[in-house]
Every structure is written in C-alpha cells, then in structure tokens.
C-alpha cells in the first residue's frame, strides 16, 4: 500500500459541484481532476464566480462536492480537519478571545505548558511576540491576517488554504505578507492552496500556478513556475512572461464566461 510520503498532498478526481438556488441549479465547478505534491505552492486564479472558493472548501470538508472524491495525503476528505489550515479573506479572528487565545484555539487537546509553549513559537514566527496579549480589534489588518495564519499553522496541517488572504489589505502590507508567506511557506514546508484574484501575486508567490475557466471552473493553465524562488523576482524577466502569458488566459475565460 503507498504510504502518506508517497501520496499526493492532495487529489481530486473527477470533482464538481453545483448549488441548489431558487432560481435553478448552478454548475459552479468542474469536473476536475488535479494532484497536488506535498511542498508545492500553488496558486489559483480564475474569473469572478467560477468557483475557486467553492474549490477550497470542498478541499478543506466545510461541504461535500456533488460529484467526485477528494483525498489528502490518501485519506478521504469528508469534514474539516486539523491537518488542513484555513486562512480566509477576512481574518474571522475571534475577538473575545487574545491574540494569543486565537491562535492556541485549536490547540485546546493539548497539555497547558505545552500549548503556550507553541502558541509562543507561532506568534514568534509570525511577528506578533509582542502583541499576545492583545484582542483583535487592537491590531492592523496586517497583524490580524497574520494571527489568523498562525491560528491555521497551530495544528501543523498538512495542508494549508488560503482564500484571497491579502485581499483587504492596501498594498504596502500585501507585498510584505507576499514575503511572510513565502518565508512561512520556505521554513515550515507545509503545502499551499492559495487563491488569488491577482495574476501578479499567483506568479510571485507559486511554485505551480493554476487558472480556472469561467463557471464551471476548469483547469485551463497548469504551469510549475521552474525557478527556485530565490530567483523569482518581481520584474525578472521569467516573471514578466509568464505573468502576461496567464493575463492572457484569465482575459480570454473571463470573457468566454
Ligand atoms: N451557497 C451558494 N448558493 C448558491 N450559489 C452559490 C453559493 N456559493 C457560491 N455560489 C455560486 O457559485 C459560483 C462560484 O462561486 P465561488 O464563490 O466559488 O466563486 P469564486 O471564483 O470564488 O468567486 P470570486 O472570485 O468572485 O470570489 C458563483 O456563481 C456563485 O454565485
């Protein structure tokens, strides 16, 4: 039998999905087959509506898809999962509880010692040693989005999602998060899903990037970016081609949706 090693981080076979609405059914995904390795980076992009959050939260088990299998690391998805850490566009942080509180929340099984002792390492590794103590409210939309993620990392998943993390912040901070997340990603080696409506974000922040078609959404573009990120910068000239190249498909399956 193939060990979790030997698996991909995650499959998807055959996978749509449709909502029930008043006004009919809605085709929102798929079908879509996709196998993602433990280690890579992928960012996806796509028109508005074609169903990349609705591809996120099938991976993460908030729903089940109408048609098709998920599994990750070789275990079927049927709910959500520690092992899978899930960053939305909006923090979501809770705001009666401390920074810390927050970020130690999943990790309430866990002896008390041993619980702060992670919940200090997170908040070290995402920048917010000083701010534990705080509530949510008191900090930036920065800080917020990077208490949620180490809130998503407390578990150590597998596997982490994101969903337009950096969509609220103004552009300053987004482009600092962009080098967070690549550092987070770089040290802790989890996988990423990270959906994006930027082109630009999707080809500095992926190992492989994906764009959906118009809904249903399909995999149209599936590319592994083939440059360590060290020389992946912004501006580069591999950049600068694969950024137009990907415009290029998103303007064509928007306008084809
Ligand atoms: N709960 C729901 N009930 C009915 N229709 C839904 C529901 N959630 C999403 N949809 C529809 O399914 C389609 C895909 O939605 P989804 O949010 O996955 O797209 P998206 O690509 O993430 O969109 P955006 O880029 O605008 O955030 C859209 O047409 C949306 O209106």
Redo the contacts with the bound molecule.
């Keep these: 039998m193939p060990s979790p090693e030997t698996e991909p981080a995650l499959a998807l076979a055959g996978v749509s999905h449709s909502?029930r609405?008043r006004g009919g059914t809605?085709a929102?995904?798929g079908p879509l087959d996709l196998e993602i390795a433990a280690g890579e980076f992928v960012t996806v992009v796509?028109?508005?509506?074609?169903?990349?959050?609705?591809?996120l939260r099938l991976v993460a088990g908030f729903a089940a898809p109408s048609s098709g299998s998920i599994t990750a690391s070789g275990t079927p998805v049927t709910g959500p999962d520690p092992a899978r850490g899930y960053v939305f566009q909006q923090h979501r942080l809770f705001p009666w509880l401390t920074v810390a509180g927050n970020v130690g929340f999943g990790l309430r099984g866990l002896p008390k010692a041993e619980r702060k002792a992670r919940v200090t390492e997170l908040l070290e590794l995402t920048g917010l040693g000083d701010v534990g103590r705080a509530r949510p409210y008191e900090l930036s939309g920065g800080m917020q989005q990077r208490a949620a993620i180490a809130r998503a990392l407390a578990p150590g998943p597998a596997l982490l999602l994101m969903d337009?993390p950096f969509a609220a912040l103004d552009a300053f901070t987004r482009e600092r998060m962009q080098e967070e997340v690549r550092e987070l990603w770089r040290r802790a080696g989890t996988t990423v899903v990270f959906?994006t409506?930027s082109v630009d974000e999707a080809v500095y922040l992926g190992t492989r990037v994906l764009a959906l078609s118009g809904?249903p959404?399909r995999v149209v573009f599936d590319r592994a970016s083939g440059l360590p990120y060290e020389e992946q910068p912004r501006g580069g000239q591999s950049f600068a081609a694969l950024r137009e190249e990907l415009t290029e498909v998103v303007r064509l399956a928007a306008s084809a949706a």
């Design positions: 909502y609405s809605v929102a995904l796509g028109p508005s509506g074609c169903g990349k959050s609705t591809l337009e959906i409506h809904r959404g």
